[in-house]
């Protein structure tokens, strides 16, 4: 019995002792072993792997794409225009021994990583105008800000304060908003109104010049089509005339008598053509003589 017993503690310390010998690496994972704090060595394939029990411990880092968004910064255009630029960046943790070494820790790191992405920002960003970030080559200027970010989180010469890097790759930045300062926006608002505004007045103002110009032309054609259609009613109008006094001037040559009787007809049906008509007038007016004539010949 005391055998089997000293079998059973000698069994239990040594499935202790694996159990520390032993541990895994997931394939979205990436392993640091550290002896007594300092780094060893680092496991990068997944898979069961050993370690020194109860004086080495593992420190787990991501190996898939992290993300990282940025505090928003205020920064300066080439034209002076102020800007709130919110930027997010995509990295992955390439040397877990150099991330170890240069920030100890993601939270460190990240905060180092926001003082690289404004300095990065205004250095591109302070070389063009407004009116290049909200353009086409917006994505150009991604690119030169994921470059310039990448080559200090590297520690690439040149770039001072961060020699070795943070072993990081940084794999995309991205600006996700780009908006005036609340005072800026208020003022470009009210210019851009008032831009508006005298374009629109410039455009009714000619609207009104071109219509004036169309009614002017208007009036002008039908004041000749006028004078032209009076021109021709008085010409026909006389030439009319002219041949009724033709017409007129034969028949009283034929016949001065019936002409004569026929205008003096023509005189009495205009004259007494309404029922309440008077005519107050001496009997021997010449107007009545055919009147005189037609009473006479009755009375005999």
Known sequence: MKTLGTALIIGAVGLFVLTNSIFTVDQTEQALVLQFGKPERVEQEPGLKFKLPFIQNVEYYDKRLLDFEAETKEVIASDQKRLRVSTFVRY???????????????RTMRSRLN???????????GNVTLATIISEKRAELMQQIRDLVNAQ???????????GGFGIDIVDVRIKRADLPPANSEGIYKRMQTERNRA?????AQGAEDAQ???????????????????????????????????????FGQDPDFFQFYRTMQAYRKSLSSKDTTLVMSPDNDFLRYMEKGAATNAR
Do not use: C, M, W
Request: no cysteine; aromatic share 4%.
């Open 153 to 163: 989180a590297q520690g690439i010469k040149g770039h001072k304060g961060n020699e």
């Open 92 to 106: 992955r943790i390439a040397d877990p021994l150099r991330f170890k070494q240069s920030v100890a820790d993601e």
């Open 200 to 204: 629109a007045n410039q455009y009714r």
């Open 115 to 125: 003082s690289i992405v404004e300095s990065s920002l205004r250095q591109a960003l």
């Open 213 to 251: 110009k169309i009614r002017s032309q208007a009036d002008k054609e039908r004041t000749i089509l006028l004078a032209e259609a009076h021109k021709k009613a008085e010409i026909l109008r006389g030439e009319g005339d002219g041949e009724a006094t033709h017409i007129f001037a034969e028949s």
